[in-house]
């Protein structure tokens, strides 16, 4: 099965319609100065940009070392 136009499109269309849609929501609450909720979207932002890209590895390991923290391994 070729999967390189969904991979091209993960890499390259979906960015631009997520990097819209942020910018939408960030000068929505912008104007609010609701800053955690800015926050939350350039966070949920990166993790779905880490998934889109990386397959999610950087989220992963940030996960790891903040249970690592606690003492749980994985």
């Known amino acids: 099965m070729n999967v390189s136009n969904l991979d091209n499109f993960l890499k390259n269309g979906f960015l631009t319609i997520l990097a819209f849609g942020v910018i939408i929501l960030i000068l929505k609450h912008w104007k609010g100065a609701e800053w955690l909720k800015i926050g939350s979207v350039i966070l949920i ?30």
Do not use: H, V, Y
Request: glycine share 10%; charged share 10%.
């Open 45 to 74: 932002a990166l993790i779905l940009s880490d998934f889109a890209n990386n397959q999610g590895r950087n989220t992963f390991n940030l996960l790891k070392w903040i249970l690592g923290l606690f003492g749980i391994s994985m």
